[in-house]
């Protein structure tokens, strides 16, 4: 019998594919909204001798996915906004996002299908404090699949 290995949450990479096609990809502090969520519907049959519902599978959704780093001075996470903003990425990408374990190896890989990014949000700026400056970027995504590293 196999035995499940508890994992920590350490770093997660991600990588997506730019209008030039070339590979990015970027390190993450945090990954929120991994969700997957299928709608039921109840139904009966006219003809049905009992008197109970079927429950059938109805709308497949995905949660939006949040991810958060530290700010590097790159912008491509801007560029990438600019180009759904603008129309020129309406069909979205596969971004992969994975779970590094303490010794930076693949666990596990999310593949957001038919990515694009709905809200980019810049750090709050303070001069007085001492916080590092942390960037997300909001993706919705059409599927989410999971798969062992």
């Known amino acids: 019998m196999a035995t499940a290995k508890l994992l920590s949450q350490f770093n997660f990479l991600v990588t997506w594919d730019d209008m030039k096609g070339e590979t990015k990809e970027g390190g993450f502090q945090e990954v929120a909204g991994l969700a997957m969520e299928v709608g039921m519907a109840e139904y009966r049959a006219g003809n049905a001798r009992t008197n109970e519902s079927v429950k059938i599978s109805t709308m497949a959704k995905c949660g939006d996915v949040t991810l958060k780093r530290g700010v ?3 912008n491509d996470l801007y560029k990438w906004m600019n180009d759904v903003r603008d129309g020129k ?3 979205g990408k596969k971004v992969t996002v ?3 374990d303490g010794s930076r190896n693949p ?3 999310w593949h957001l299908l038919g990515a694009r990014p709905i809200k980019l949000e810049a750090p709050s700026m303070n001069a007085t404090g001492s916080d590092v400056a942390i960037e997300s970027i ?3 995504a059409e599927r989410i699949e999971q798969e062992a590293a």
Do not use: E, F, I, R
């Open 98 to 100: 994975t779970l590094l």
């Open 89 to 91: 990425d309406d069909q």
């Open 72 to 74: 590097m001075g790159a």
């Open 138 to 140: 909001t993706l919705t």
């Open 107 to 109: 666990v596990t890989n």
